[in-house]
């Protein structure tokens, strides 16, 4: 029998991508692989991709769900809860049931739930007698904050809302850096996301799967500790081999926005190690002000750049450059709205990364190899920040004034710092070493070296997956 995962994926790009590059690793390894979206997030993918760059053996299929405007805490409790009624358990269990009634040669014989996604899950699974995973897309850390925090709570600590009680640092393990209180990652929506988070990981914690897109070697003495409690299972790096050795992929992640592939030509024509990328991923919003500090600090730096500037990337209205600005950088600034990541930041030129810290674009950049300028938004990309910058130190930080806006001046400082300094050349060796560990981290969850050591592997998932409940 052919084994047939249901992969269910969180709503938003930045879980899908993972999601998606776990389905090609499925596929590679013989699977079957059916892909359910909500249908919101299908038609906009349908439309923004050629259908011949979506998957032949990943079969992509929906049911009705969009979240509402998600702008007020209110609005943030009632998206999630909409989420888990209208994607959840009784919805899934249908589609299971569909999906058999129509491949009675290739019936589903396991369920990859995204971690978020896992509410009530189990039973549905157990009902169907086929295992479950959750695949968790974040760092191992991201996931230990929820499952450490009702200790937290005990010990005072924390509120019980989530909030710390003292204005300092909180260190969820001795295993973990300590985290800014301002850096919690529930802090920009509240009780309710700290309490769902930690409902989270009580309900993950009993599932015998725990797939992370991480991978050990970047937060060994964490998994040690959590993996005796928990299935944890690091899969990362999961973007698909070719990026390691060159940029041409046929792949291409199902995408919100059209990818502008042009941008690909135009790096073509700038040295290497020279172009300063800046992307903030599918979410980010930022103000008129803070889009013209940046745009002038590019301007300022005199160096090459390429701008991923999402058309709702400023809340209200299509961004607004200051006048001119795109003629006065015409010779070497390149603004694009969406771009393929993955095929940019492996393009020889790039020279660096002013990223929002989406745990994504800071695996990509680390298994790339490329150093970061780190600006964090919101939820975990405060504790990926402080991993980047305090404990890999593949990066710097870009710090905001008293108003939250990051001036031109702190840009340019930045940059030269980086890509000029002693200390800059000391992060762009952490990252070529870092690049390497990833590497053989990727061939052994490819299962290239199952032997080089023991333990949780994506290979063992694979294997025992089509039998083990
Ligand atoms: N991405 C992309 N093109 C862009 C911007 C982002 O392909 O122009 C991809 C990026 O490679 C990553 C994802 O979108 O896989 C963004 O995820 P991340 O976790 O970095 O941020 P989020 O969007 O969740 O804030």
Redesign the pocket.
């Known amino acids: 029998m052919v084994p047939h995962a249901l992969l269910v994926a969180f709503p938003?790009?930045?879980?899908i991508?993972?999601m998606m590059q776990l389905a090609w690793k499925l596929v590679s390894h013989g699977f079957l692989v059916t892909f359910l979206n909500s249908d919101s997030n299908h038609n906009r993918i349908l439309k923004a991709n050629t259908p011949n760059s979506l998957h032949d053996n990943i079969r992509m299929i929906s049911v009705p769900f969009e979240f509402p405007v998600m702008d007020t805490l209110e609005g943030i409790a009632n998206g999630m809860e909409a989420l888990g009624k209208d994607m959840g358990p009784s919805v899934i269990d249908r589609v299971v049931r569909e999906i058999n009634a129509r491949n009675e040669e290739n019936k589903l014989t396991c369920i990859i739930a995204d971690a978020w996604m896992c509410f009530g899950l189990q039973s549905v699974a157990t009902l169907h007698k086929i295992p479950l995973a959750a695949f968790h897309?974040a760092l191992t850390s991201f996931f230990a904050i929820y499952y450490f925090s009702p200790s937290l709570v005990s010990l005072g600590i924390l509120a019980s809302d989530g909030t710390p009680k003292k204005d300092k640092t909180v260190k969820f393990h001795s295993s973990m850096p300590a985290l800014h209180s301002g850096d919690l990652p529930w802090l920009w929506a509240g009780e309710y996301m700290f309490r769902k988070g930690i409902r989270m990981a009580e309900e993950v914690k009993h599932i015998k799967w725990v797939l992370f897109n991480s991978f050990l070697e970047i937060e060994v003495p964490l998994v040690e500790t959590l993996s005796k409690e928990v299935g944890v299972y690091p899969i990362g790096p999961l973007i698909p081999p070719e990026f390691l050795h060159s940029r041409t992929s046929t792949k291409v992640?199902p995408?919100f926005?059209k990818?502008d592939t042009e941008c690909l030509q135009w790096l073509d024509k700038h040295y290497a190690h020279s172009v300063i990328y800046i992307?903030?991923?599918?979410?980010?919003v930022l103000s008129e002000k803070q889009v013209e500090e940046l745009a002038m600090g590019m301007e300022a730096t005199r160096r090459p750049f390429l701008w991923?500037l999402?058309p709702d990337l400023m809340k209200g209205s299509e961004a607004i450059l200051p006048a001119d600005f795109l003629e006065r950088v015409r010779d070497r600034g390149c603004i694009?709205?969406?771009?393929?990541?993955?095929e940019?930041?492996s393009h020889p030129s790039i020279a660096c990364f002013v990223?929002?810290?989406?745990?994504?674009?800071?695996q990509?950049s680390i298994t790339i190899g490329v150093p970061m300028l780190c600006w964090p938004?919101f939820a975990d990309?405060f504790l990926n920040r402080t991993y980047v910058i305090d404990v890999w130190k593949l990066g710097l930080p870009l710090n905001a004034n008293s108003e939250g806006i990051i001036e031109k001046g702190e840009f340019v400082k930045g940059l030269e710092i980086l890509l000029e300094s002693e200390q800059g050349l000391e992060i762009r060796e952490e990252a070529r070493k870092l690049k390497i560990i990833a590497f053989w981290s990727h061939c052994f969850v490819s299962g290239l070296s199952l032997s080089c050591r023991e333990g949780p592997c994506f290979v063992s998932f694979c294997l025992l997956c089509p039998t083990s409940t």
């Open positions: 938003l790009q930045g879980h991508n993972p897309t992640l995408s926005w990818n992307s903030f991923g599918s979410i980010t991923l999402r694009v709205s969406w771009a393929p990541q993955l940019v930041l990223t929002h810290c989406g745990w994504n674009s800071v990509e938004y990309q």
